[in-house]
């Protein structure tokens, strides 16, 4: 369970002009995430882009990513789709790549019952070779009670969950009812509150570009010095703000462009960015950049 403690990268994906997938920045990207010294992967997801993949593409990207990480990172494939069938074939994809567990979004779009959902995830586990990570994003799609969590939480093959939501009273009940579950905060601005709300590791986009700082973060939680990690997540949260006002996807490929990581566009219809975002996300990643050569003059 140690493979999965600690900070992933919700890994993103780069594409040309042409929106085709460039598979040569995906390499880069997946060495530049190395090198901020995060646990690991998450990919496929929607960090991804990948609800905007066919099923063909998503496996390409999922055996990339694996080759690119050479056996240095933890890896956790996003098979989530909209189809049970289509998510398990992901999931066999992913454990012939080289993956170490799966995690998938609930089915969208048709507002399939809470039953539906359940079935779904309980298909998904029993297929799967590789352990599953509940995805509950309340925000996006259909919400679990807690109790629902802690009984998928019985199934011997369901080891986790994603919980990108802003209810830390029910990630700590969740830690506190199915203790060896792992939880992994999903929201990067409440990286801090998640974690000292029993989180084991958190999973974002941001930690494509500002990983090692979250890396410190969640390191100075586990040693108790609130303080200092409250700064870091401060200086994060003012990345965050701006690419709020930018695009997630679209300024987090700026972002990493600016740190001299080829990144390229997001693919249509997010939007194209603008001069005006690029010196908006400057002005943000300043101290981001400061902290990161105060380490490296240390």
Known sequence: MDTFKGIFAALLTPFNEDESVNYSALEQLVGFIRKQGLQGLYVGGSSGEAMLQPFAERVECLQRAADAAEGRLSLIAHVGT???AEAIALAEAAD??????????TPYYYGFSRKEVL???????????????IYNFPARTA???TQELV????HPNIIGIKHTSSDMYQLERLKNLAPETLIFNGYDEMCLA???SGADGAIGTTYNFMGDLFVALRDLARKGKIEEARKLQSIANGV?????????????????????????ISRRPFRA???EDRALMELALAPVLDWRKAQEDD
Request: proline residues 3%.
């Open 82 to 84: 909209i189809a049970t």
């Open 96 to 105: 012939q790549a080289g993956y170490q567990a799966i995690s998938a979004i």
């Open 119 to 133: 079935d779904h995830y309980l298909a998904l586990a029993n297929a799967s070779s590789l352990p599953l990570i």
């Open 143 to 145: 919400s679990f009670s």
């Open 151 to 154: 009984e998928l939480m019985t």
């Open 194 to 196: 998640g974690l000292a």
């Open 240 to 264: 965050i703000d701006a690419l709020i006002e930018v695009g997630v996807m679209p300024g987090s490929k700026l972002a990493l462009e600016i740190m001299g990581v080829q990144a390229g």
């Open 273 to 275: 960015t603008t001069g």
